[in-house]
C-alpha cells in the first residue's frame, strides 16, 4: 500500500507540475500577443523544465508536448526581440527530441536564411504552428489557429475549448502579417500611381515644349531646348542703350507676343503662356557690367528692360502685363559669353518658358 501511494503521489506531482507549465505557457502566449515580449521571456525562463531538458526523453504524452511548445515559443520570443542565436539554439532543442517538429523545422530554415543573408533579420513568426502544438496542451484542435494565442483554457469541460465563432480572433499574428501585405500592397499601388502620374505629366510637359518650340520658331531667334523649359534667345541684342529698344527688338518682341496668343487659343489651358495656361513665361533682363557699376547681382537697368520687353509681348495680344514673370539676371550671366565683341549682344533680354 505504501508503494502504491507513493507511485499515486508521484504521479501526482507529476500531473500538477504539468499543469503548471501549461498555464505558465499559455500566460505567456497572452504576453506576446500582447506585445510584452519581457514578460513572456521571464515567465518561461522560470520554468526549470525548459533547462532540464535531458529529461525530455523519458518525458511522453501532453507532458512531452507541453515541454517541446514552451520552447517553440521561448525561441519565438527570442526570435521577436532580435535574439537569433538564442531562438536558433532553443529550436535545435526541440529538433534533438522532435526531428519532424514543424514548427523548429520552419523557424531553423528561416534564421538559416537570415545568417546567408538571404532574408532580412525580420521577427520570426511562423503562424498556425504553435497553435497545433498547444492544441495538445489545452486539449483543443484549432482549425487554422494562429501564432501567438493558444487555444481554449487548461483543464476538462467545456472551457476547454475554442468557440469556434471566435477562431479567427486567435490568428493574431496572421492578421497582422495579413494587414502588413495589405499595407505594402497600397503602398505599391500609391507608388505605381504616382510614377503614372509622373511619366504622364513628363509626356505633357515634352509634349507642351514641342509646341511652343515650333511655334516659336522664326528668324533672328535661336530656341535652346532644356530638360525641363525652352530658352528664347535673340542673336542680336535688343537695347542699343539703358532700356531702349531697338525698332527690331520691337518688332520680334511684338510679333512672339502673338504667336504665344495663338498658341494659347489653340490649345486653350493645355499650352500656351499667360494666366491659366500651360506654361509660365518669364522675361529675363541683361545688362553688361560697365566701370565703376555692380559687377554682379542684377541691376535697374536689366529690369527694366524687362519690363519694356512685356509690354511689347503683351500690346498686339490679348496676353497682360501680369502673365509674365520679370526678373533681372545676374551681370555675369548674358546669354553670350561676357567679351567686349559680345557685350551689344547680352544688351538685350531672354524669354524662359516653362510648363506649369
Not at 29 to 50: P, V
Not at 181 to 204: M, V
Request: charged share 25%; net charge neutral; glycine share 10%.
Amino acid at each position: 500500500m505504501s508503494d502504491e501511494r507513493e507511485e499515486r503521489d508521484e504521479t501526482d506531482s507529476v500531473q500538477a507540475r504539468a499543469l503548471s507549465l501549461r498555464l505558465t505557457v499559455r500566460r505567456a502566449h497572452a504576453a506576446a500577443r500582447a506585445g510584452d515580449l519581457d514578460l513572456a521571456a521571464r515567465l518561461l525562463d522560470e520554468r526549470d523544465e525548459l533547462h532540464e531538458f535531458g529529461e525530455l526523453g523519458g518525458l511522453a504524452g501532453s507532458g512531452r508536448a507541453t515541454v517541446l511548445a514552451a520552447l517553440n515559443l521561448r525561441a519565438k520570443v527570442h526570435a521577436q526581440r532580435g535574439e537569433l542565436i538564442e531562438a536558433d539554439a532553443c529550436w535545435s532543442q526541440v529538433e534533438a527530441v522532435a526531428p519532424d517538429d514543424p514548427d523548429a523545422a520552419a523557424g531553423r530554415r528561416t534564421l538559416a536564411k537570415i545568417a546567408a543573408g538571404r532574408r532580412h533579420a525580420r521577427p520570426v513568426v511562423h503562424t498556425g504552428r504553435v497553435a497545433v502544438v498547444a492544441a495538445a496542451l489545452a486539449g483543443a484542435a484549432l482549425i487554422g489557429g494562429g501564432g501567438w494565442l493558444l487555444a481554449g483554457s487548461v483543464g476538462g469541460g467545456e472551457g476547454d475549448r475554442q468557440p469556434s465563432g471566435s477562431v479567427a480572433d486567435a490568428d493574431t499574428g496572421s492578421e497582422r502579417l495579413r494587414e502588413e501585405s495589405r499595407r505594402a500592397d497600397g503602398l505599391k499601388a500609391r507608388l505605381a500611381a504616382l510614377e503614372a502620374g509622373a511619366t504622364a505629366d513628363a509626356e505633357r510637359r515634352e509634349t507642351t515644349l514641342d509646341a511652343v518650340a515650333k511655334r516659336l520658331a522664326m528668324p533672328g531667334v535661336e530656341i535652346r531646348r532644356q530638360a525641363d523649359d525652352i530658352q528664347l534667345v535673340f542673336r542680336q541684342g535688343l537695347f542699343p542703350y539703358d532700356s531702349v529698344i531697338s525698332p527690331e527688338g520691337a518688332s520680334a518682341l511684338t510679333e512672339i507676343g502673338r504667336r504665344l496668343a495663338d498658341l494659347k487659343s489653340e490649345s486653350g489651358a493645355d499650352t500656351g503662356a499667360g494666366s491659366g495656361a500651360g506654361v509660365e513665361t518669364t522675361v529675363v533682363g541683361h545688362s553688361v557690367a560697365v566701370p565703376g557699376g555692380a559687377p554682379s547681382g542684377g541691376s535697374v537697368v536689366a529690369l527694366n528692360r524687362a519690363r519694356v520687353a512685356a509690354q511689347y509681348l503683351a500690346q498686339d495680344s490679348d496676353l497682360r502685363l501680369t502673365d509674365f514673370r520679370l526678373v533681372s539676371a545676374d551681370q555675369r550671366r548674358g546669354p553670350f559669353p561676357a567679351t567686349a565683341a559680345n557685350a551689344p549682344r547680352n544688351r538685350t533680354v531672354t524669354l524662359l518658358i516653362t510648363p506649369r
